[in-house]
């Protein structure tokens, strides 16, 4: 899931100027504006998304929707090739979306792993993670020249990420313990 989810990120930071050039976006102060337009986007919805988890206490569900929806978002793009509007739109709600799977992903590990398990466990998550950043943005380069579209690898993007958020709901159980906020002090 981890591997999926650093895809989605370094492709979202790394190949959204490339893909509002190639949607119309004519000079680099605008892309510049578009790009920072979306991170707002991003950072508000990840505060939201972070408090609604927060609020219900639940984790595996907030981040498997925010996975999924990013994932169609992805796939979406193509559909998008001529609106720079609509592109904006999904590149700012796959980023809500991935944004917030960051901001709640490692409760979720800590919440079931305890001692040494929890030690070599994330050890393990996060060298799985950076696999999947460090492959992702080269294959979509590669996919990208070989099939001279940019869309074809975004949508397979958005299918590893379907299948890693599937992945989380089928194989990683409930935690054993829930995370809870501090309750304030009572007098």
Same mark, same amino acid.
């Given at each position: 899931m981890y591997f999926a989810f650093f895809c989605s990120l370094n492709?979202?930071?790394l190949w959204t100027p490339t893909l509002l050039k190639r949607v119309g976006?004519?000079?680099t102060t605008e892309i510049g504006w578009?790009?920072?337009a979306i991170s707002v986007a991003s950072a508000i919805g990840m505060v939201a998304i972070g408090y609604s988890s927060d609020r219900t206490r639940e984790r595996r569900?907030?981040?498997?929707?925010?996975?999924?929806?990013?994932a169609a978002c992805f796939i979406a793009l193509q559909a998008a090739q001529d609106s720079v509007l609509l592109t904006v739109t999904l590149l700012a709600v796959a980023s809500i979306g991935i944004f917030a799977i960051l901001s709640l992903f490692w409760t979720i590990p800590n919440a079931m792993l305890e001692g040494s398990a929890a030690a070599g466990g994330i050890a393990l998550i996060s060298?799985? #993670? !950076?696999?999947?950043?460090a492959v992702c943005p080269a294959l979509i380069g590669w996919m990208t020249a070989a099939? #001279? !579209?940019i869309y074809a690898p975004l949508a397979l993007v958005g299918a590893v990420l379907g299948i890693g958020m599937l992945t989380l709901i089928v194989c990683v159980p409930r935690a054993r313990h829930e995370v809870t906020l501090a309750e304030p002090s009572r007098p």
């Open positions: 492709t979202i930071l976006v004519a000079t578009l790009s920072g569900w907030h981040v498997v929707c925010c996975g999924l929806v990013a060298a799985i #993670g !950076s696999f999947g950043g099939t #001279g !579209s």
